[in-house]
């Protein structure tokens, strides 16, 4: 029985194995192959004995050396032989006469095992584990491996890692979670593998073949992908609702392949469903890349383009053309945008919540007004190192956007105590403010802030001059407030 058992699971665990392999070993940095095959054979041996006892509950005794917390250490598990790795359960405490076995039995007795949990308890479990700690787990027993398969983990493919083979690792997954369903997954929604540098077009090119369904894609950092691949998923991947390329350098265009225009009607090649789009440190991005991406992605809310240097105000022209439903937006570092921008940011009106603008060295008091006259409805900006701003774009800003509640104005030298007050008087609900390296900033503009603005929670006062008796004020008044601060006498 024992024998057909442990035929059976290598038959069985073969499929989990290689799956495993390419994804899981991939991110062990063992220092030589030797040694990790070492360690998989010492696992399939492991498991194989498990399955010949005649029962599955496996206890580990507290002082059995060579294991902590239940757990065998690395050491104690590469020098036992012969030795017997797991332990069944003792017999029954009546045919126990010693009273020393008896006492000894009783920790065995009421230590529980992972066996004895429901199959959805252990699905629950599994829901916590990263993509290649799951592929493990359908190695260890045949229940395991199709508890750790069950449709429900393969919502998201979660990995990460510098020196996996990323491309490998998504076919062997893509192809496995198509057992049921041949040539497309139609349960895998989520696909994030930020940080994997080897990923390249043909890793893409398998997520876009396969996974029809997929709504988010997260491959911030992922250098080696291109324009192409990119086109390959937005236009196999009608539901796609969010995706991330930051740090893809080579991607200077978000739209449909040919053969995807030429298939649909004009209208519809439009209407492609991406609604947030991170295209941070996308340096080689241009106005016209920005012209393609919003006539495709009408649909778009987030938008960030921070450190994207080649973007001018024309570029923003395009994007209020096509896009009239952003509620957030990023143009940090961004330093060809100037009050025009601005001016073109505006007419999105009252649906702007979030607007990012700093080190935009070329917006002055001007391209404040127009953002405050015509987006009321703001609730966070940030303006830091904007060298133009004054204290009259501060008081425009403070009393046509009475609802701010989060504001980043530091490194603006002519900001002082006249914009804070006028800050205070009218942005009540202010939650966050940051005044770090604001040269005109004392003590008296912060005790107005404090006795007007109740519900502060966070203060970055840096490198200003501030007496620690107007940071004790601000403290008294606002008792949640974290001061951020460079005052060795304030603590």
């Known amino acids: 029985m024992g024998a057909n058992n442990g035929r059976q699971h290598g038959s069985e665990g073969k499929g989990s194995s290689s799956i495993s392999s390419d994804v899981s070993s991939s991110t062990d940095h063992t220092p030589t192959q030797a040694q990790k095959n070492v360690a998989t054979s010492e696992d399939s041996d492991l498991s194989m004995r498990t399955l010949s006892t005649p029962s599955p509950a496996l206890i580990c005794p507290p002082n059995l050396p060579g294991f902590q917390n239940g757990r065998g250490s690395s050491t104690s598990s590469s020098s036992i032989t012969g030795e017997t790795v797991a332990m ?123 996974c029809p369904e997929l709504r988010r894609l997260e491959v911030s950092g992922c250098y080696n992908i291109s324009n192409e691949a990119v086109f390959d998923v937005v236009s196999l991947c009608p539901n796609l609702e969010h995706l991330d390329v930051s740090g893809c350098s080579k991607v200077t265009c978000i739209s449909l392949t040919r053969e995807a225009s030429i298939k649909l009607s004009p209208l519809h090649g439009k209407q492609i469903s991406i609604r947030y789009l991170d295209m941070t440190d996308c340096f080689v991005l241009e106005d016209e890349g920005l012209h393609t991406i919003a006539a495709h992605c009408t649909q778009l809310t987030h938008l960030y383009l921070r450190r994207c ?68 409805k703001l609730r966070y900006l940030n303006a830091r190192g904007c060298e133009g701003i004054t204290d009259h774009g501060l008081e425009y800003l403070a009393k046509n956007c009475a609802k701010l509640k989060s504001l980043d104005i530091g490194k603006c030298p002519l900001v002082s105590d006249t914009g804070l007050e006028c800050l205070a008087l009218n942005c009540f609900n202010l939650k966050r403010l940051s005044l770090k390296s604001c040269e005109s900033i004392t003590g008296q503009g912060l005790q107005i802030v404090a006795a007007n603005c109740f519900d502060l929670q966070m203060l970055n006062v840096q490198d200003c001059e501030v007496s620690v008796e107007a940071l004790r004020f601000v403290k008294r008044h606002c008792k949640r407030c974290v001061i951020e601060h460079t005052n060795p006498a304030f603590f």
């Open 309 to 376: 240097v080649r973007l001018t105000d024309e570029g923003l022209r395009y994007l209020m053309i096509y896009c009239a439903s952003i509620k957030e937006l990023s143009v940090s570092d961004c330093r060809f945008v100037s009050d025009f921008g601005l001016r073109e940011i505006a007419k999105l009106e009252a649906r702007l919540r979030y607007l990012s603008i700093a080190h935009c060295g070329r917006v002055t008091d001007v391209g404040i007004r127009y953002v405050a006259k015509y987006c009321g």
């Open 88 to 210: 069944v359960h003792s017999p029954p405490p009546t045919r126990l006469t010693h009273p020393l076995i008896r006492l000894a039995s009783r920790p065995q007795k009421e230590q529980a095992s992972i066996e004895r949990l429901p199959d959805h308890a252990m699905v629950h479990v599994f829901s916590f584990l990263p993509t290649n700690q799951l592929c493990r787990c359908a190695r260890v027993c045949r229940r395991w491996y199709n508890l750790a398969w069950d449709p429900r983990l393969w919502r998201t493919i979660r990995l990460t890692g510098e020196t996996i083979n990323v491309d490998r690792a998504l076919k062997v997954l893509t192809r496995r979670l198509c057992q049921d369903t041949p040539n497309v997954c139609l349960m895998l929604e989520t696909v994030s593998v930020s940080g994997c540098r080897r990923l390249t077009d043909r890793g893409l090119y398998t997520i876009a073949q396969c």
